[in-house]
């Protein structure tokens, strides 16, 4: 039976640990789909420790933007995260907000249309101040927009705050 689990919260909330827990409790075996792009050395380390966190039980898949070229029907499936998706779609569209959300949107629906349980991890970028940079900000409302969508077809929604889950829906 598909379900969707959505878990948000601010940088280093605990998100990815929480998400980690949450599918090792639903399945032995469960899918870990990595959608981060390696942009430098500091963010190849923090992949690594991600990495070094999760152990033998987990298939680990690695998709940049194709989410929906992996059949992992009847799986539990953690995909983290849709900010680092959504980066991707935004910079391969040169920052348009209107086209990534389509995209994103459109690889979201024929992703979650297996019958799989899918814990998608994704960051609460709209808490802070406005921006003074016109791209951060073309970002933050896609970002906004997208957990929107998300959270509006999620069958449960947490927020992490300082370690601590927040049933939100």
């Known amino acids: 039976m598909k379900r969707i689990i959505l878990i948000t919260g601010g940088a280093r909330s605990g998100k990815s640990s929480y998400a980690e827990k949450r599918a090792l409790e639903l399945a032995e075996n469960p899918v870990y789909l990595a959608t981060a792009r390696v942009w430098d050395d500091e963010f190849r380390e923090r992949i690594a420790r991600h990495q070094a966190r999760r152990g033998p039980q987990w298939t680990n898949l690695e998709e940049e933007k194709q989410l929906s070229r992996h059949n992992l029907a009847g799986r539990v499936v953690l995909v983290d995260c849709l900010t ?7 910079t391969d569209l040169d920052g348009d907000t209107d086209q990534a959300l389509e995209a994103i949107k459109a690889e979201f ?12 991890v994704t960051n609460e970028i709209g808490l802070g101040g406005t921006s003074d940079n016109a791209l951060q900000r073309r970002f933050t409302d896609l970002q906004g927009w997208m957990n929107q969508y998300v ?10 705050v300082s370690g601590i889950p927040v049933k939100i829906k």
Do not use: R
């Not at 680092?84 to 935004?90: H, K, P, R, V």
């Not at 629906?109 to 998608?120: G, P, S």
């Open 84 to 90: 680092l998706w959504a980066t991707n779609f935004f």
């Open 109 to 120: 629906d024929a992703f979650t249309a297996q019958d799989a349980t899918f814990l998608f």
């Open 151 to 160: 959270a509006a077809k999620a069958d449960e929604v947490i927020l992490m």
